[in-house]
């Protein structure tokens, strides 16, 4: 009974990680399309070096926490000898 409740847990976590990378990704989009607007270049590129805002770096990393977490969720659980 608890190897099911504790996937079903990681399996939502996994579920609220990749809605928070979405949301950040969102944030990151318009961010870019601010600073395109304004300067011309998007984080990330340009003469100047403009490194990239915190909602990009935070996206790639959600989503891949929130894919580890569906990873451990969908996992087999060890048989027992």
């Known amino acids: 009974m608890f ?3 504790a996937r079903q847990g990681l ?3 996994g579920l609220a990680l990749i809605a928070a990378a979405a949301v ?4 990151g989009a318009f961010h870019m399309l601010a600073m395109s607007r304004a300067y011309g270049v998007i ?3 340009g003469r100047d070096g403009a490194p990239h805002c915190a909602a990009c770096s935070a996206s790639v ?3 891949a926490a929130g894919l580890a977490a ?3 969720a969908l996992a087999r659980p ?4």
């Open 3 to 5: 190897a099911k409740t």
């Open 11 to 13: 399996a939502e976590t």
């Open 24 to 27: 950040c990704a969102a944030a």
């Open 43 to 45: 984080c990330g590129v």
């Open 61 to 63: 990393v959600l989503l």
């Open 70 to 72: 569906w990873a451990c």
């Open 78 to 81: 060890a048989q027992r000898a």
